[in-house]
Nanobody
Framework: QVQLVESGGGLVQPGGSLRLSCAAS????????MGWYRQAPGKQRELVAS???????NYANSVKGRFTISRDNGKNTVSLQMNSLKPEDTAVYYC??????????????????WGQGTQVTVSS
């Protein structure tokens, strides 16, 4: 049973930073691509960033240069460092795991397992 537990959300002023973390259990974490998605009210869930088992990263254009995804295979965690936050980054952020063994360059396309989500609010 795969479990993903996010932490680190909250309220931050525009221009500020937050770091989200996700702890994974029940999977051979080091073999799986991981991702962060977000969903704002009235909008579809969208991919923010993903990372392959080998550390290859992929970002949405809207967050490139501001967000950084990273993973620690020894601790079964994936993190999202968010800098220069904007009000439009306000959303519920979800950690996701792709169970396919796509190799070290595979950044994921079939995210099947999800965390419960953590709220990020960017407002003055």
């Amino acid at each position: 049973q795969v479990q993903l537990v996010e932490s680190g959300g909250g309220l931050v002023q525009p221009g500020g930073s937050l770091r989200l973390s996700c702890a994974a259990s029940g999977s051979i974490f080091s073999r799986n691509a991981m991702g962060w998605y977000r969903q704002a009210p009235g909008k579809q869930r969208e991919l923010v960033a993903s990372i392959s088992s080998g550390g290859i990263t992929n970002y949405a254009n809207s967050v490139k240069g501001r967000f950084t995804i990273s993973r620690d295979n020894g601790k079964n965690t994936v993190s999202l460092q968010m800098n220069s936050l904007k009000p439009e980054d306000t959303a519920v952020y979800y950690c996701a795991l792709d169970p396919r063994s796509g190799g070290i360059y595979y950044t994921g396309s079939s995210f099947t397992y999800w965390g419960q989500g953590t709220q990020v609010t960017v407002s003055s």
